[in-house]
């Protein structure tokens, strides 16, 4: 435990500006950040008497080493800089939401030629309108079935939509009316971006248009006496009626606003978010998060504002944002998101109406979620420290083992060799820390060879980055804290980070576990052990878990250790494994299929997939592209006449393809000009 005097900066070294700071521990990687208008009297708070610190803080101070800032111009520049370090250094002091689940959008992929509507997950791509999040995907199907009837947008695949076009026949949904079968030419590119346009307009909340310009067009086809016509714009009518039915309306004058509630206890905090849109509630998420470090309402508010606006921008960000209480710095996070949206947002606490009613309920859903989440814990966490204290006395281990490391190999019959490594840290799957390894040493199969590689290499990586972090000093480090060089306004981009050894980022090895588990039995359980004893490494403990009978073996031990089939340690133990052998067998498969898909255009040097994928598609076939000349292979845009030559080179001197023959006929199958089978 460190004194926090001992890296304490000397009196009149801290700027009285604004910036963001950096705590980091004995291993220089960076335990805390935070930002303040003025550093001097912010840092000033962390080095008082440590019995007037909250104990997070406390706890925080001690653990640190050194501590850092960077000055910046404005409060914007420190809360921008702020998000940007927490998400590169995963301080473990400071607060970061977990979603709960992967929610789904309804996405609209603008970027295509034709736009496609369909259930996205996952990070967010460049040129996608997204609306949602949604609760659940059957809730985004049923609205899109519905509004398909008067926006009849694309919902194929690229596969499904290329066959059609091919085969000059659409799909069901063209044949039924919910597709206007773009794929064969019965709308232009244009007609169909008008309907993907309009669709997303009356997602967005612009809902009133369109019913009444349909209401029209049916009252004037009945009064021409066209009744089918008037009866299908009436059930369109009705079909856009029920889609918005399905949200309620919230807010009578068609607001777009986002409420954020905050439920929170001692230690942990729950936040809801609504998106109201159009005024109605088009989406909701939550979070939850374990308060490691001091901070009131205003600061989780704060928190979750970085984390749900840190990586968007234009209308993701909408013009008003209800929160419970108001961050710190208001004017600074207000400015922030005017920047994000590109024109001003309102960033309050509702007073009264309607705002403040639906905000009871963002608060109760916020409430529900904190209990549901507690309980799941309660008897979560009870199971685990039962499972780690079993698992310790079967193995005889002095204490629980916290962070288990499980190893993995996977090939097929002795091809594409790969291992895995997966990290449970309490219990709980850490995947951040997960690893994957191609093996180097040798060819073939051989899975105690290659178990004795892998640990090698990994344990290897560990006593480097620990001589590197200087663990292995003899001599204490200074105990002197030197700042980091104050960055200006204009002096420098505050803003950069260039990796350096000790720029404070999570390592990747750096972490020993107090316990490897290997998946299989004797033969690679000595392996593993054989490797750590030749890199001198004695204080992790080895065991292994075989898939026939379950037992688990130590090193030297003649005998298995048989755990009850019953035991929560056992259970722990197979997931472990179980999830060692997911990601390595995932590993395996995709590397394989990289392999089979390989193309003699990839020992082109220089050739990225792109120009790859313009010569396809300019000859139709890698046939044609072979048979073709440099001077027509210049004729692809970006490919020049050296590049050109390169391609040429590199087809001529492969091997030809052995032809594929039909089992079932003894046909030969040749290969049509467009680069197809028949």
Request: hydrophobic letters at 35%.
């Amino acid at each position: 435990m460190a004194d926090p005097s001992s890296y304490r900066p000397k009196p009149g070294q801290i700027p009285d500006s604004p910036g963001v700071y950096k705590f980091r521990d004995e291993h220089r990687r960076v335990i805390y950040v935070g930002k303040a208008k003025s550093l001097r009297q912010r840092l000033a708070n962390y080095f008082q008497d440590l019995a007037n610190l909250h104990p997070r803080t406390r706890t925080m101070v001690t653990t640190a080493a050194s501590v850092e800032w960077t000055v910046v111009a404005t409060e914007v520049e420190a809360l921008q800089l702020e998000y940007s370090w927490i998400k590169e250094f995963d301080p473990r002091f400071n607060v970061k939401y977990r979603d709960d689940k992967s929610y789904p959008y309804l996405a609209v992929t603008l970027n295509e030629e034709f736009p496609r509507v369909q259930v996205m997950r996952g990070a967010k791509k460049k040129g996608v309108r997204y609306f949602g999040p949604y609760g659940h995907a059957w809730a985004i199907r049923e609205t899109v079935d519905l509004m398909l009837r008067v926006f009849p947008v694309r919902t194929c695949s690229a596969g499904v939509f290329k066959n059609a076009t091919r085969t000059g026949r659409p799909c069901l949904l063209g044949y039924i009316g919910k597709c206007s079968a773009p794929c064969v030419g019965r709308v232009t590119p244009e007609e169909h971006r008008e309907l993907a346009d309009g669709f997303c307009d009356f997602m967005a909340g612009r809902t009133g248009t369109y019913i009444r310009r349909l209401e029209k067009d049916m009252m004037a086809a009945a009064e021409e006496m066209e009744y089918e016509r008037a009866a299908r714009l009436r059930d369109d009518v009705e079909a856009l009626k029920r889609a918005m039915e399905k949200s309620a309306v919230v807010l009578a004058d068609a607001t777009d606003a986002d409420l954020i509630a905050v439920a929170e206890d001692e230690l942990e905090a729950a936040v809801q978010i609504f998106h109201v849109r159009g005024g109605r509630v088009r989406g909701q998420r939550g979070w939850v998060t374990d308060k490691v470090e001091a901070v009131d309402t205003s600061g989780l508010v704060e928190h979750a504002l970085q984390q749900l606006y840190g990586e968007e921008t234009g209308d993701s960000v909408p013009k008003e944002v209800l929160v419970p209480a108001l961050p710190e710095d208001p004017e600074a996070v207000s400015q922030w998101l005017a920047d994000r949206r590109g024109s001003q947002v309102s960033l309050r606490i509702p007073q009264r109406g309607d705002k403040k009613d639906l905000m009871v309920t963002v608060q109760r859903n916020a409430q529900q979620a904190l209990g549901l989440h507690k309980t799941k814990r309660a008897s979560d966490l009870t199971t685990r420290s039962r499972a780690l204290e079993e698992i310790a006395e079967a193995l005889g281990l002095d204490t629980a083992p916290l962070r288990i490391e499980c190893f993995d190999i996977s090939h097929l019959q002795g091809d594409d060799v790969v291992a895995s490594m997966v990290v449970f840290e309490d219990g709980l799957a850490r995947k951040s820390e997960y690893r994957r390894f191609q093996i180097k040493g040798f060819e073939g199969q051989d899975d105690v060879r290659s178990m004795h590689e892998v640990i090698g290499r990994r344990f290897r990586r560990y006593l480097q980055e620990k001589e590197q972090t200087g663990e292995w000093e003899e001599s204490p480090a200074p105990s002197g804290a030197v700042p980091a060089p104050e960055t200006a306004a204009g002096d420098g981009d505050p803003f950069d980070n260039e990796p350096r050894e000790d720029d404070g980022r999570p390592k990747r090895f750096a972490y020993p576990p107090q316990l490897v588990v290997v998946d299989g039995g004797q033969p690679q359980v000595a392996a593993a052990k054989r490797a750590l004893d030749e890199l001198g490494i004695d204080d992790i403990a080895v065991c292994g878990l075989a898939k026939r009978l379950e037992e688990v073996w130590l090193p030297d031990d003649d005998d298995p250790v048989v755990l009850p089939r019953s035991s929560e340690g056992l259970y722990l133990l197979q997931r472990v494994r179980d999830e060692a052998h997911r990601f390595a067998i995932t590993y395996q498969r995709a590397k394989r299929a990289k392999r089979i898909r390989s193309s003699p255009l990839d020992a082109v040097a220089g050739l990225g997939e792109t120009r790859k994928q313009a010569l396809i598609k300019h000859f139709g076939s890698v046939k044609k592209l072979k048979q073709a000349t440099i001077d027509e292979i210049c004729e692809v845009p970006g490919i020049g006449r050296r590049t050109a030559e390169s391609v040429a080179v590199a087809l001529a001197s492969t091997t030809p393809a052995a032809p594929a023959v039909n089992t079932a006929t003894g046909e030969i199958i040749e290969e049509d000009d467009g680069g197809s089978t028949t």
